[in-house]
């Protein structure tokens, strides 16, 4: 029972991405035939099975609204973040949807630092302090080669604000 009640507590807790030291995410808009998934599948309700009571199937959705938070898991430690899917707002109305998809630059890399920042940095100190500490112990330097050259990259000057880097 806690576990969804602080499943609950976290839902769209992405939406302080918008208010923090990390570039603002971009708003995505598709309209058109249902095509986005939410997150993996189509939109879509359970209902009881006519063949095999006490079981569910999924049927796609008529009409109706689907709320997609931040997909995220833990990998080897509680703080060693991976990025699933964006956020989305979903809106399917017969065959036809409007969704708006929260998409920020390197997204991988930009949600899995932000949960970092905001779920394990220092709440007490200053939003600069808070990203020195994100630096220093959840560090998003790669080298990528492209076959022909190496070159180092360092996530954070990608993602943050200016004032931050």
Same mark, same amino acid.
């Given at each position: 029972?806690?576990?969804?009640?602080?499943?609950?507590?976290?839902?769209? /807790?992405?939406?302080? @991405?918008?208010? $923090?030291?990390? &570039?603002?995410? &971009?708003?995505? #808009?598709? =309209?058109?035939?249902?095509?986005?998934?939410?997150?993996?599948?189509?939109?879509?309700?359970?209902?009881?099975?006519?063949?095999?009571?006490?079981?569910?199937?999924?049927?796609?959705?008529?009409?109706?609204?689907? =709320?997609?938070?931040?997909? #995220?898991?833990?990998? #080897?430690?509680?703080?060693?973040?991976?990025?699933?899917? $964006?956020?989305?707002?979903?809106?399917?109305?017969?065959?036809?949807?409007?969704?708006?998809?929260?998409?920020? /630059?390197?997204?991988?890399?930009? #949600?899995? @630092?932000?949960?970092?920042?905001?779920?394990?940095?220092?709440? *007490?100190? $200053?939003?600069?302090?808070?990203?020195?500490?994100?630096?220093?112990?959840?560090?998003?330097?790669?080298?990528?080669?492209?076959?022909?050259?190496? *070159?180092?990259?360092?996530?954070?000057?990608?993602?943050?604000?200016?004032?931050?880097?």
């Amino acid at each position: 029972m806690m576990n969804l009640l602080i499943k609950k507590m976290r839902r769209f /807790e992405y939406i302080k @991405a918008f208010n $923090s030291p990390f &570039k603002r995410p &971009k708003l995505k #808009w598709y =309209f058109g035939k249902i095509a986005i998934g939410t997150p993996y599948f189509y939109p879509r309700r359970w209902v009881d099975h006519p063949d095999k009571p006490g079981y569910q199937k999924a049927v796609p959705k008529k009409i109706g609204f689907d =709320f997609v938070d931040l997909g #995220w898991k833990t990998k #080897w430690s509680d703080t060693d973040y991976r990025f699933e899917w $964006s956020p989305l707002i979903s809106f399917v109305f017969f065959k036809w949807q409007i969704a708006v998809m929260v998409i920020p /630059e390197e997204q991988s890399h930009y #949600w899995e @630092a932000w949960l970092y920042y905001n779920n394990d940095t220092d709440k *007490t100190k $200053s939003q600069k302090e808070r990203v020195k500490q994100c630096k220093k112990f959840f560090p998003l330097n790669y080298t990528i080669f492209d076959g022909k050259t190496k *070159t180092k990259v360092n996530y954070y000057n990608k993602i943050l604000k200016k004032k931050y880097i």
